[in-house]
Nanobody, 119 residues
Framework: VQLQASGGGLVQPGGSLRLSCAASGSIFSINAMGWFRQAPGKQRELVATITSGGSTNSADSVKGRFTISRDNAKNTVYLQMNDLKPEDTAVYYC??????????????WGQGTQVTVSS
């Protein structure tokens, strides 16, 4: 199983970015998917999660600005980030709670994608 994240970059304050993360491999089913982030010198923190049924949860700091969604047919989760602020600067990691075709269940993580918000 692999998770491949993309879409990070440098953006000015107030700008937008869209992150994508595609899961591939010997996947039987995916339950929750989501995004965490880690800024320099800080602990990794939850950004947003989404269940297979579409229920979402997000951190207070991103409510109203970030939207998480997923395409179950493509095993892909997205994070639309609007009105970005310098404090959103971090490495963003996607994750997925996956059951493999062999019956094993575990959390899988992507490689991280850098988001930098700066003028």
């Amino acid at each position: 199983v692999q998770l491949q994240a993309s879409g990070g970059g440098l953006v000015q304050p107030g700008g937008s970015l869209r992150l994508s993360c595609a899961a591939s491999g010997s996947i039987f089913s995916i339950n929750a998917m989501g995004w965490f982030r880690q800024a320099p010198g800080k602990q990794r923190e939850l950004v947003a999660t989404i269940t297979s049924g579409g229920s979402t949860n997000s951190a207070d700091s991103v409510k109203g600005r970030f939207t998480i969604s997923r395409d179950n047919a493509k095993n892909t989760v997205y994070l639309q980030m609007n009105d970005l602020k310098p404090e959103d600067t971090a490495v963003y990691y996607c994750y997925a709670h996956i059951r493999t075709v062999w019956g094993a269940t575990s959390d899988w993580w992507g490689q991280g994608t850098q988001v930098t918000v700066s003028s």
